[in-house]
């Protein structure tokens, strides 16, 4: 199996920064992407941003030019720091891990969330 513990969450007033992390663990052989997707309340989850193995990343639109992700490969550890944070950046973020576990079948796994609270 593979674990996801994500850490950093918390109440930040606007135009503050926090910075959120997931580290993966467990029976894995090679991770292809590591990626952040939030979801506020009543609305659907959507994608922040993913990194790939190559370091290749895509942002939503909402995010560019505040939010940097970044990984650390040997360590099987994404970040995401958020800066300039909106009220509307407000929810829970989720960290999604995908590769291929050692016993070669290929592994889509979701964090458990951390809430990130943006408020005055």
């Known amino acids: 199996q593979v674990q996801l513990v994500e850490s950093g969450g918390g109440l930040v007033q606007p135009g503050g920064s926090l910075r959120l992390s997931c580290a993966a663990s467990g029976s894995i052989f090679s991770i292809n992407f590591m990626g952040w997707y939030r979801q506020a309340p009543g609305k659907q989850r959507e994608l922040v941003a993913v990194i790939t193995r190559s370091g290749a990343t895509n942002y939503a639109a909402s995010v560019k030019g505040r939010f940097t992700i970044s990984s650390d490969n040997a360590k099987n550890k994404v970040y995401l720091q958020m800066n300039s944070l909106k009220p509307e950046d407000t929810a829970v973020y989720y960290c999604?891990?995908?590769?291929?576990?050692?016993?070669?079948?290929?592994?889509?796994?979701w964090g458990q969330g951390t809430q990130v609270t943006v408020s005055s």
């Open positions: 999604n891990v995908g590769g291929v576990k050692l016993d070669s079948y290929k592994f889509d796994y």
